[in-house]
């Protein structure tokens, strides 16, 4: 192995970093070189070179700062380098034409055609063979984004939803082979979809075959996780730790007899958390990563980003080293499959999201804070903690996106910042209490009917289970067979789905919100899934239900129908394409508004979250630039506001300069 002592002089020397980086270059060069050359086009060689080149200073600045102190980090970087060249040569050729595309428009995910869905693949079709047969249902929806829920082998019985992964290069077999996917990819793609996958890199199954290996005793498997011979270290590291799932799995730490070690499960006992400073680790995980690539996998969402790290003293949350781990893999994405771009799953406080988005990091994040703040709105009717936290936190890389949600595969948690909340005037804790009690039907007047999901006992405080229509009041509205909450539930949805579609980003369905399915209370029959309420927003897709989505007198096409209108809106306007997003004030604490501005179009939305009809003043609107004359794009029709723009219960509007003759 290299061992050279000047890679430990202090990595904080800039200098020292650019020249050492130019070494490090010229030597590997060579290697490369001589492994490589001779098994592709020259042509294709020198445009990697290219990239490497490229990517390379950044590249060499995060590893060293992992691995720098190790006597042996050339070798390391040599063989990273090495898998990531490996792993180019594999590349399909479909994959490398679609490389150089997305290379000509690098944030072509920025473009306002983009719709995401997400779905389980055997809740939505089956399995991926019946997947396939569905493309055209997600195209009529206009769907070119879609993310699969987990499909990789995972343990029988407990395996947290598909976040065990026990293989990254194996499907589950009840729903098909690799081949299989590699073929829906190529499918899809050719349909405009791009395909999304989870890539939990965290931790893997304990029963992934490092994991076996290192229960067999194998002690270079044992240190791809972190394990300890006694409790001392577990109980100083659990001194500042937060448990995630404290109800089922008290600490961060689960005892192996086998091993008669402790190992770190930060999720659930059977999760093993994977150990980063073993650069051998970032090693074979990078391989997964590409490999996944080389499947036709477009955009990698990042599975608990903030846990990839730890160290001693702190909540082994957020720590400058998992910035440095994801900005590494990027560059060597950028190197080596540069059609991908990674979405970050950060659901912390609302002011590290943002630490995660940037081109060399995460090109895209998930945006849990508005996905919180339009329920708070639902439930509070008013939009002052909406605005003002959008207004400080919104805005992000110009070339970088968020993704939008109402909901996901996942609970609802009430991630809004306790400043925010104290700036508005409410209490946190009583707050997110009545936020519990709202959305699970408990509160006096509300609308909702969802369940709680971990719930608190002593603070009261929980996160909640539910579908988008069971929660914005269908279900209820049924129930009491009321014809004006059913239409106040439409309104709803629609309001909650208008705004994700036109503030700016990617907006995501979780397929089956579009027809307006309610809770399946099914799944307490289920023993591998009673106790986790989530699976109550997880039920089968409604094929028959969906039938009825061109009917635009039933429930289901009362709300496709309102979607599609919105979606069609979206991605015709010229104002919403790669727009600026502004929120403003509309001079009505029930009204949310904002600005989308893209050149010389502009339009301004505005948003009802009451339940009765709210005014806003002409001269408000004047103030803000709009005419007495303005169109509303949703309802397609010409307003006159000399004095005053009246709002519907729950009314969605988008406003835009009437046409000149």
Same mark, same amino acid.
């Given at each position: 192995? =290299?061992? +050279?002592?000047?890679?430990? $002089?202090?990595? &904080?020397?800039?200098?020292?970093?650019?020249?050492h980086?130019?070494?490090?270059?010229?030597?590997?060069?060579?290697?490369?070189e001589?492994? @490589?050359?001779?098994?592709?086009?020259?042509?294709?060689?020198?445009?990697? *070179?290219?990239?490497?080149?490229?990517?390379?200073?950044?590249? @060499?600045?995060?590893?060293?700062?992992?691995?720098?102190?190790?006597?042996?980090?050339?070798?390391?970087?040599?063989?990273? *380098?090495?898998?990531?060249?490996?792993?180019?040569?594999?590349?399909?050729?479909?994959?490398?034409?679609?490389?150089?595309?997305?290379?000509?428009?690098?944030?072509?995910?920025?473009?306002?055609?983009?719709?995401?869905a997400?779905?389980y693949?055997?809740?939505f079709?089956g399995?991926?063979?019946? *997947?396939?047969?569905r493309?055209?249902?997600?195209?009529?929806?206009?769907? &070119?984004?879609?993310?699969?829920?987990?499909?990789?082998?995972?343990?029988?019985?407990? /395996?947290?939803?598909?976040?065990?992964?026990?293989?990254?290069?194996?499907? &589950?077999?009840?729903?098909?082979?690799?081949?299989?996917?590699?073929?829906?990819?190529?499918?899809?793609?050719?349909?405009?979809?791009?395909?999304?996958?989870?890539?939990?890199?965290?931790?893997?199954?304990?029963?992934?075959?490092?994991?076996?290996?290192a229960? +067999?005793?194998?002690?270079?498997?044992?240190?791809?996780?972190?394990? =300890?011979?006694?409790?001392?270290?577990?109980?100083?590291?659990?001194?500042?730790?937060?448990?995630? %799932?404290?109800?089922?799995?008290?600490?961060?730490?689960?005892?192996r &007899?086998?091993?008669?070690?402790?190992?770190?499960?930060? %999720?659930?006992?059977?999760?093993?958390?994977? #150990?980063?400073?073993n650069?051998?680790?970032?090693?074979?995980?990078?391989?997964?990563?590409?490999?996944?690539?080389?499947?036709?996998?477009?955009?990698?969402?990042?599975?608990?980003?903030?846990?990839?790290?730890?160290?001693?003293?702190?909540?082994?949350?957020?720590?400058?080293?998992?910035?440095?781990?994801?900005?590494?893999? #990027?560059? $060597?994405?950028?190197i080596?499959?540069?059609?991908?771009?990674?979405?970050?799953?950060?659901?912390?406080?609302?002011?590290?999201?943002?630490?995660?988005?940037?081109?060399?990091?995460?090109?895209?994040?998930?945006?849990?804070?508005l996905m919180?703040?339009?329920? !708070?709105s639902?439930?509070?009717?008013?939009? /002052?903690?909406?605005?003002?936290?959008?207004?400080?936190? %919104?805005?992000?890389?110009? #070339?970088?996106?968020?993704? #939008?949600?109402v909901?996901?595969?996942?609970?609802?948690g009430?991630?809004?910042?306790?400043?925010?909340?104290?700036d508005?005037?409410?209490?946190p804790?009583?707050?997110r209490?009545?936020?519990?009690?709202? @959305?699970?039907?408990?509160?006096?007047?509300s609308?909702?009917?969802?369940?709680? @999901?971990?719930? /608190?006992?002593?603070?009261?405080?929980?996160?909640?289970?539910?579908?988008?229509?069971?929660?914005?009041?269908?279900?209820?509205?049924l129930?009491?067979?009321?014809?004006?909450?059913?239409?106040l539930?439409?309104?709803?949805i629609?309001?909650?789905?208008?705004?994700?579609?036109?503030?700016?980003?990617?907006?995501?369905?979780?397929?089956?919100?579009?027809?307006?399915?309610?809770?399946?209370?099914?799944?307490?029959?289920?023993?591998?899934?009673?106790?986790d309420?989530?699976?109550?927003?997880?039920?089968? =897709?409604?094929?028959?239900?969906s039938?009825?989505?061109?009917?635009?007198?039933?429930?289901?096409?009362?709300?496709?129908q309102?979607?599609?209108?919105?979606?069609?809106?979206?991605?015709?306007?010229?104002?919403?394409?790669?727009?600026?997003?502004?929120?403003?004030?509309?001079?009505?604490?029930?009204? %949310?508004?904002?600005?989308?501005? !893209?050149?010389d179009?502009?339009?301004?939305?505005?948003? !009802?979250?009451?339940?009765?009809?709210?005014?806003?003043?002409?001269?408000?609107?004047?103030?803000?630039?709009?005419?007495?004359?303005?169109?509303?794009?949703?309802?397609?029709?010409?307003?006159?506001?000399?004095?005053?723009?009246?709002?519907?219960?729950?009314?969605?509007?988008?406003?835009?300069?009437?046409?000149?003759?």
């Open positions: 192995m =290299f061992s +050279d002592p000047d890679y430990c $002089l202090p990595m &904080n020397d800039n200098v020292w970093l650019t020249t980086a130019a070494v490090s270059l010229q030597r590997l060069l060579p290697r490369l001589s492994r @490589f050359a001779d098994r592709v086009d020259e042509d294709e060689w020198e445009g990697y *070179l290219t990239r490497l080149r490229l990517h390379f200073p950044r590249l @060499f600045s995060g590893l060293h700062a992992l691995y720098g102190m190790h006597y042996d980090f050339f070798y390391h970087l040599e063989s990273i *380098l090495a898998s990531a060249t490996e792993m180019w040569i594999h590349r399909p050729a479909e994959l490398m034409a679609l490389d150089a595309l997305r290379e000509t428009d690098p944030q072509w995910y920025q473009s306002q055609r983009m719709i995401g997400m779905c693949v055997d809740l079709a399995d991926l063979a019946g *997947l396939r047969e493309i055209p249902y997600l195209t009529e929806l206009g769907v &070119n984004y879609l993310h699969l829920m987990p499909i990789f082998k995972v343990p029988a019985g407990d /395996n947290d939803g598909g976040y065990a992964v026990s293989s990254y290069r194996e499907t &589950n077999p009840a729903l098909g082979d690799m081949d299989q996917l590699a073929e829906l990819a190529s499918e899809l793609r050719h349909h405009g979809i791009s395909l999304c996958l989870d890539f939990v890199f965290n931790h893997t199954s304990d029963e992934h075959v490092w994991a076996r290996r229960l +067999d005793g194998d002690l270079d498997y044992q240190r791809y996780y972190r394990m =300890f011979p006694d409790r001392a270290m577990p109980d100083a590291y659990e001194k500042t730790l937060i448990p995630v %799932f404290p109800d089922e799995h008290p600490g961060s730490f689960t005892y &007899n086998q091993l008669k070690k402790w190992v770190w499960t930060t %999720f659930h006992n059977y999760q093993w958390d994977l #150990n980063y400073e650069p051998a680790v970032f090693n074979q995980m990078l391989e997964e990563m590409l490999f996944l690539a080389n499947q036709g996998v477009e955009i990698l969402r990042l599975d608990a980003v903030a846990y990839i790290w730890k160290r001693l003293g702190t909540d082994c949350q957020n720590l400058p080293e998992a910035h440095i781990i994801i900005q590494a893999f #990027n560059a $060597l994405v950028r080596a499959a540069p059609a991908m771009v990674f979405k970050s799953e950060a659901i912390v406080h609302p002011d590290e999201v943002g630490k995660y988005i940037s081109e060399e990091e995460c090109q895209l994040s998930y945006n849990p804070q919180a703040l339009l329920w !708070n639902l439930a509070t009717r008013k939009v /002052n903690t909406l605005s003002h936290a959008m207004q400080q936190r %919104f805005s992000i890389s110009g #070339n970088c996106a968020w993704v #939008n949600y909901r996901c595969h996942d609970d609802i009430f991630a809004v910042s306790d400043d925010d909340l104290k508005s005037g409410y209490d804790a009583s707050h209490r009545f936020l519990t009690d709202f @959305f699970t039907g408990r509160f006096a007047g609308f909702s009917r969802g369940i709680p @999901f971990q719930e /608190n006992l002593t603070t009261g405080e929980s996160r909640i289970s539910g579908t988008c229509a069971s929660l914005t009041g269908l279900e209820y509205g129930e009491e067979n009321d014809a004006q909450q059913i239409e539930a439409i309104q709803r629609l309001l909650l789905h208008g705004i994700i579609l036109t503030i700016g980003g990617i907006p995501l369905f979780y397929l089956g919100d579009e027809i307006g399915m309610l809770n399946d209370y099914d799944y307490e029959r289920d023993a591998d899934k009673v106790g309420t989530r699976w109550l927003h997880r039920a089968a =897709f409604d094929w028959a239900r039938e009825e989505r061109r009917e635009p007198d039933t429930l289901p096409g009362r709300i496709y309102g979607l599609l209108r919105l979606i069609q809106i979206r991605q015709q306007n010229p104002a919403l394409d790669r727009a600026e997003t502004e929120i403003v004030e509309s001079g009505n604490e029930h009204v %949310f508004a904002y600005f989308r501005t !893209n050149g179009y502009s339009v301004l939305v505005l948003a !009802n979250f009451s339940a009765t009809p709210q005014p806003i003043e002409g001269r408000r609107l004047r103030l803000l630039g709009l005419r007495k004359s303005v169109v509303d794009l949703v309802a397609g029709r010409t307003i006159v506001a000399a004095h005053m723009l009246e709002m519907e219960p729950y009314d969605f509007m988008i406003l835009a300069r009437p046409a000149s003759p």
